[in-house]
Nanobody
Framework: QVRLVESGGGLVQAGDSLRLSCAAS????????MAWFRQTPGKEREFVTS????????DYADSVEGRFTISRDNAKNTVYLQMNSLNVDDTAVYYC?????????????????WGRGTQVTVSS
């Protein structure tokens, strides 16, 4: 079992930056691929980025490539999402997820544990 708690969301203006954190507890954090997803009302949860447990390799959705950066600190059991050049389309609830599946997991069903989410609102 892994418990995930997100923090760092808020209201920002377009062009601003924000850093989200996800603190994990329970099972060995370093064994899990960690990911961020986001969801807006009426839409499915969508993949944002992930970082693999073993290699540290990362994957990004095209919509955030070059603006967002995922990182992890295994000593602190925490994964981060640095979001730069935010725009109104980034407004969503952001969820942290953990999974032990194969490389390249981008689907919600592939992850085993989820946080409750943190709201990010970008105003124009």
């Amino acid at each position: 079992q892994v418990r995930l708690v997100e923090s760092g969301g808020g209201l920002v203006q377009a062009g601003d930056s924000l850093r989200l954190s996800c603190a994990a507890s329970g099972d060995t954090f370093s064994w899990y691929t960690m990911a961020w997803f986001r969801q807006t009302p009426g839409k499915e949860r969508e993949f944002v980025t992930s970082i693999r447990w073993n290699s540290g390799s990362t994957d990004y959705a095209d919509s955030v490539e070059g603006r967002f950066t995922i990182s992890r600190d295994n000593a602190k059991n925490t994964v981060y999402l640095q979001m730069n050049s935010l725009n109104v389309d980034d407004t969503a609830v952001y969820y942290c997820a953990a999974g032990r599946g194969p490389d390249g997991m981008i689907w919600e069903r592939e992850y085993d544990y989820w946080g409750r989410g943190t709201q990010v609102t970008v105003s124009s």
